[in-house]
T-cell receptor, first 109, second 110 residues
């Protein structure tokens, strides 16, 4: 059973454009994480959000946790080729997390 | 720099072989996990461990076993490799708040 749905599945944009990817679930999570994975490598943690409505910024990346703690979004401003990768969300509680299938982002120079 | 190290980046094994995938972390983390990653299916949890000599089944444990004799080492064992176990295998360790993943082992079973 896939607890977390990510959309879109694939996204290809030009350098400099803005984009938003989404992570949705019917389950409530105590925290939610976002990871970026480059080809041939393991995922790397970008951020953890724990409070409903929480917004965190990491340079050009803005992460938001939904008020009901069931969904999250990642917004990238002025995308760069270095942002290319697979973006994964993971929701859970305590020490165990469930992963979405990811959004594969390609930023074209 | 903290690290999770997986012993092999690429492996090719024959059907029926017993396969060992090794994972070592240097962060003194209690929790360690094994996932497999397949296109369209995302990361699926195979086994996890919260302490030495402790193991718990994840969502897809069939055909796998694990060993955690020391805190820093978590091994995944494919008892008799099959072609449907061809996949990317990811090891991770954690304390509360996030996983640190290894670089993965791409296993091909022929």
């Amino acid at each position: 059973t896939q607890l977390l749905e990510q959309s879109p599945q694939f996204l290809s944009i030009q350098e400099g454009e803005n984009l938003t990817v989404y992570c949705n679930s019917s389950s409530v999570f105590s925290s939610l994480q976002w990871y970026r994975q480059e080809p041939g490598e393991g995922p790397v943690l970008l951020v953890t959000v724990v409070t409903g409505g929480e917004v965190k910024k990491l340079k050009r990346l803005t992460f938001q946790f939904g008020d009901a703690r069931k969904d999250s979004s990642l917004h990238i401003t002025a995308a760069q080729p270095g942002d290319t990768g697979l973006y994964l969300c993971a929701g859970g509680s305590g020490n165990q997390f469930y992963f979405g299938t990811g959004t594969s982002l390609t930023v074209i120079p | 720099d903290v690290k999770v190290t997986q012993s092999s980046r690429y492996l090719v094994k024959r059907t029926g072989e017993k396969v060992f995938l090794e994972c070592v972390q240097d962060m003194d983390h209690e929790n360690m996990f094994w996932y497999r990653q397949d296109p369209g299916l995302g990361l699926r949890l195979i086994y996890f461990s919260y302490d030495v000599k402790m193991k718990e089944k994840g969502d897809i444990p069939e055909g796998y076993s694990v060993s955690r004799e020391k805190k820093e080492r978590f091994s995944l064992i494919l008892e008799s490799a099959s072609t449907n176990q061809t996949s990317m295998y990811l090891c991770a360790s954690s304390v509360w708040g996030g996983y640190t993943f290894g670089s993965g082992t791409r296993l091909t079973v022929v």
